[in-house]
């Protein structure tokens, strides 16, 4: 959905929603298990347009203890100010502040809401995703998923500095 920003008076109201189908994008970190519902507005200033809106949705992500897939709930809100080159400072010694990492480049002509929300959802993927707080994990020894089973693997594991005296016995 790109939209053109000339061809709006002030503000424009958004709905819409991303169809899992249609993640190719983040199909690598996570899958879209429901659509993807976006909404919010975008609003066109004198030198910049600002778009404000809410994600909801639902990814099936990897657990990063088991390796189990799980899902996991998006909701994020989400504020991106856009300015084309010529309202862009160049100056190689300007202070960023922390709105200022709100602010993106865009040619003038179209703002593209669909990759909006993809870049919002991928900012609201946990780095370390756990499916349950007591994921139990993968045994170290023999892989077997402990979750679903209990193996029969030595846990107490032996310094290999006195590795060498085991022998002596």
Not at 39 to 65: D, W
């Amino acid at each position: 959905m790109t939209i053109n920003p000339d061809q709006i008076d002030d503000q424009l109201l958004f709905d819409f929603f991303i169809e899992p189908n249609l993640n190719d994008s983040a199909d690598i970190i996570c899958n879209l298990i429901k659509p993807l519902q976006v909404i919010g507005k975008l609003t066109k200033r004198l030198a910049q347009v600002e778009v404000e809106g809410k994600l909801n949705g639902e990814i099936e992500l990897e657990c990063s203890r088991c390796l189990e897939n799980a899902s996991a709930k998006v909701e994020n809100n989400f504020k991106v100010t856009f300015v084309t080159d010529e309202y862009f400072t160049t100056e190689t010694e300007a202070e960023i502040n922390e709105d200022d990492l709100d602010i993106s480049l865009y040619d003038g002509e179209t703002i593209d809401l669909i990759e909006i929300a993809r870049e919002q959802m991928l900012l609201e993927v946990p780095t370390h995703f756990v499916c349950k707080t007591d994921c139990r994990g993968l045994c170290p020894k023999c892989g077997d998923n402990l979750n679903n089973q209990t193996c029969n693997c030595e846990t107490k594991e032996i310094d290999p500095r006195w590795a060498k005296l085991k022998e002596l016995s």
